[in-house]
């Protein structure tokens, strides 16, 4: 399913949509990398990137940007020495919609090498 969701695109959301149900969410998090978590609150999907360099970390940041450019659908980015975390909500709906699982699943091809 991960396959199926990276190959689709984000569509425009400026509210007026029902946020996807905690099942729903559930559903479409076990096509995602495992790594990725669903917050407590259900409203957010997070993972957190390790890397050996700082220039690592910055250059899978930038790919992360360019899908959010790409998509139109842009996460919470903290990037540090070692580390990306990224974190992906719409805010439009204060809640998960399906461009927040597109983009997690084309974060999930980014090729991480051996960090």
């Not at 999907?45 to 899978?60: M, N």
């Not at 360019?66 to 992906?88: K, M, N, Q």
Request: negative net charge; aromatic residues 8%; proline residues 4%.
């Amino acid at each position: 399913m991960s396959d199926d969701l990276a190959s689709r695109r984000c569509k425009p959301c400026e509210g007026g949509v029902v946020p996807l149900s905690a099942e729903q969410c559930r559903s479409l998090l076990e096509a995602l990398h495992g790594d990725w978590t669903l917050s407590d609150d259900g409203l957010a999907i997070h993972r957190s990137f390790k890397f050996p360099a700082y220039s690592r970390s910055l250059g899978f940041a930038n790919a992360v940007a360019w899908i959010a450019i790409t998509e139109g659908h842009h996460p919470d980015i903290r990037l540090s020495y070692g580390s990306c975390s990224v974190r992906y909500t719409t805010h439009a709906i204060d809640g998960l919609s399906d461009n927040d699982f597109i983009c997690a699943a084309k974060i999930d091809r980014i090729p991480l090498g051996d960090s």
